[in-house]
């Protein structure tokens, strides 16, 4: 189980290096207010406040809300910061990548089946074009 934790947390860093991972409450924020939030990520320590604004933003919409196992010092060593309390995948791939990484059970199946739909839908959408 080690193994996977490692491997969701590398996944973080790999997926912010390439662009496609947002962290910061307004950054995360304004993407969820745009509707390109992918899968937002909750440290299991981050404050009720900042749980109750990315919930509200989501509210209504097909973006997805994940609360964490990892503290916001363990998000932030993952990404080169000192913590992260929040942090949005802008890329469904990467957001499917990193739910399969997760330990087994931490993910709803609905989040998973989700995220597949929808990247098959993008797949589709590039091979049409």
């Given at each position: 189980?080690?193994?996977?934790?490692?491997?969701?947390?590398?996944?973080?860093?790999?997926?912010?290096?390439?662009?496609?991972?947002?962290?910061?409450?307004?950054?995360?924020?304004?993407?969820?207010?745009?509707?390109?939030?992918?899968?937002?990520?909750?440290?299991?320590?981050a404050?009720?406040?900042?749980?109750?604004?990315?919930?509200?933003?989501?509210e209504?919409?097909?973006?997805?809300i994940?609360?964490?196992?990892?503290?916001?010092?363990?998000?932030?060593?993952?990404l080169?910061?000192?913590?992260?309390?929040?942090?949005?995948?802008?890329?469904?791939?990467?957001?499917?990548?990193?739910?399969?990484?997760?330990?087994?059970?931490?993910?709803?199946?609905?989040?998973?089946?989700?995220?597949?739909?929808?990247?098959?839908?993008?797949?589709?959408?590039?091979?049409?074009?």
């Amino acid at each position: 189980m080690e193994q996977t934790t490692d491997k969701a947390i590398g996944l973080l860093g790999l997926a912010r290096k390439a662009g496609k991972l947002e962290t910061g409450e307004e950054t995360v924020g304004s993407l969820l207010l745009q509707k390109r939030a992918r899968l937002t990520l909750l440290a299991a320590d981050a404050g009720s406040a900042v749980a109750r604004k990315m919930h509200g933003l989501a509210e209504g919409t097909r973006q997805r809300i994940l609360a964490l196992p990892y503290d916001k010092l363990t998000l932030g060593a993952a990404l080169g910061k000192q913590s992260v309390s929040v942090a949005a995948f802008a890329d469904v791939s990467m957001a499917l990548a990193f739910v399969k990484a997760l330990p087994p059970g931490l993910a709803a199946p609905e989040l998973l089946e989700d995220l597949e739909r929808r990247v098959a839908r993008v797949k589709a959408k590039r091979k049409k074009n």
